[in-house]
């Protein structure tokens, strides 16, 4: 998994509209990039929900802000729609952006192990280097853990 003082490598996802989308994109901006694991599921959605909350305060202090997942476009459209998310959602089945993060591994649930996507949220600067990590996202109040840690 990517740390703090780490530099994001290439990859190469769509966003909700269906256009490509490579690391050269969040260049030049303040970016937060939140990980989850799957579209319309109680803690993605809480999630999600929190940020889409607070999204002006964040915008207003000039971030960026994108939502990452295995899903595919289709299904972003479709959650965006559902739940008014002003922000973008990057569809990555292939697991491009996933990898590049490690933010693909062990989990468990119910008492079964698996291979699964880590909630985790990254914090970039303007030249890609990671500012802030949040390996321990707490789903209903996510907004307001981003920021404490950001101060605003």
């Known amino acids: 998994m990517l740390k703090t003082g780490d530099l994001i490598g290439n990859f190469d996802v769509k966003t909700s509209g269906n256009n490509d989308f490579t690391a050269m994109d969040l260049k030049g901006n303040k970016n937060i990039l939140i990980f989850y694991p799957k ?7 809480a999630a ?3 940020v889409r909350d607070s999204y002006e305060v964040f ?26 998310f002003q922000y973008e959602l990057l569809s ?19 008492g079964k192990s698996y291979e699964g996507l880590l909630r985790t949220t990254f914090v970039t600067d303007e030249n890609l280097l990671i500012t802030h ?10 907004a307001q ?6 101060g605003i």
């Open 48 to 50: 999600a929900c929190s």
């Open 92 to 110: 990555d089945p292939e697991h491009s952006m996933i990898n590049v993060f490690g933010v693909w591994g062990p989990k468990k649930f119910m």
């Open 59 to 84: 915008k207003d202090h000039g971030y960026k802000v994108y939502g990452i997942s295995p899903d595919p476009v289709e299904k972003h459209q479709s959650f965006i729609k559902k739940f008014g």
């Open 39 to 45: 579209d319309n599921t109680p803690g993605c959605t």
């Open 145 to 150: 853990q981003l920021r404490e840690l950001l």
């Open 133 to 142: 990590v949040i390996d321990k996202v707490k789903t209903k109040v996510h």
